[in-house]
């Protein structure tokens, strides 16, 4: 393709031509979206079952294509993370975020970390400046960052959530489960909140050692001071079982799916 003339090793590790090339227009995609303004956040409630009422809402990223149809994170994300573009999204996230809890007073809002974000040292300090700017109370932002990438990157992880407790804001573990799961890591990360990955929690109704593991996830966080979160809660069965196993919030399609703001008022 290159012509002749040339000369070119390849080892079965390359990446292919093809996923390159898919690559590189996503990457021009994204950057396009980023300046014309196309992504959008979406927020699902997360309930607090013993009141029914929501404690906050998560942001969950959408992008609209060029053609007008939405784009999903799990499309984007991964190739945003590969090309740096990331470090973009997670700001416009934070800006974004902060921005709607200025504007909707007694709202709290989580929004997902990348794993870059992690060794990224502006996050902290774009923090702070937006917190004061909007005289934003920071007890109502949260941050969910996966069991994964907090493991993969334990030390530098753990320092983010320090650091960004201190200045007053809650952490939570996402897809808790899905990986390690285990009691050395939780007692060293700094975490408020657990959430307990989805798989555990769809098959509730019908798997006995699913539900004896979230019961002792959700006694072990307990008392560890930390609040449990389940996600993918789709229906009166689940809700039923996580009432009773004293799971503190439910997330999921049962409730809400994520929308617009506008449209879950
Ligand atoms: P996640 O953080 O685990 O988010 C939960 C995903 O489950 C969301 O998918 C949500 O729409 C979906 N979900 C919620 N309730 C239910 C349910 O009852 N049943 C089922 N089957 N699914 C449910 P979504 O919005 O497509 O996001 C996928 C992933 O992309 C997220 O997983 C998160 O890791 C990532 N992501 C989303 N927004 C952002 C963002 O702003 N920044 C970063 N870095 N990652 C994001
Ligand atoms: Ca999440
Ligand atoms: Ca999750």
Redesign the pocket.
């Known amino acids: 393709d290159r012509g002749r003339g040339r000369w070119h090793l390849f080892s079965s590790q390359d990446t292919s031509r093809e996923q390159l090339n898919d690559r590189i227009l996503w990457k021009e995609e994204i950057a396009q979206a980023l300046r014309e303004e196309r992504f959008e ?2 927020f ?1 409630p997360i309930i607090h079952l013993a009141t029914g009422a929501p404690c906050h809402f ?4 959408r992008m609209r294509g060029k053609e007008g149809g939405m784009v ?3 499309r984007f ?1 991964p190739i945003a993370e590969k090309t740096g573009l ?1 470090q973009n ?2 700001h416009w ?1 934070l800006d974004q975020a902060i921005e709607t809890l200025a504007r909707n007073p007694g709202m709290r809002i989580a ?4 794993a870059n974000a992690m060794d990224d040292p502006t996050i902290l300090s774009l923090l702070k400046q937006r917190i004061q700017r909007h005289r934003i109370a920071p007890e109502r932002l949260s941050f ?1 960052i ?1 069991e994964s990438v907090a493991i993969d990157s334990l030390s530098s992880a753990t320092r983010l959530m320090r650091s960004i407790q201190d200045l007053g804001c809650r952490f939570a573990l ?2 808790f489960g899905s990986g390690y799961a285990s009691y050395a890591y939780l007692r060293q990360l700094p975490v408020d909140d657990i959430k307990i990955d ?1 798989a555990f929690i ?1 098959d509730l109704p019908n798997n006995r050692e699913d539900r004896i593991f979230v019961k002792a996830i959700t006694d072990m966080a307990h008392g560890m001071d930390k609040r449990v979160i389940a ?4 229906n009166t069965d689940i809700l039923t079982i996580l009432e009773e196993i004293g799971v503190d919030c439910a ?4 409730f809400s ?2 929308a617009r703001l506008e449209d879950l008022r």
Do not use: C, K, M
């Open positions: 956040l979406y699902q998560e942001a969950l990223l999903f994170p799990d994300i990331i999204i997670d996230v929004i997902n970390l990348s969910e996966t996402d897809d989805g769809r996600e993918f809660v789709e997330q999921g399609y049962f799916r994520p």
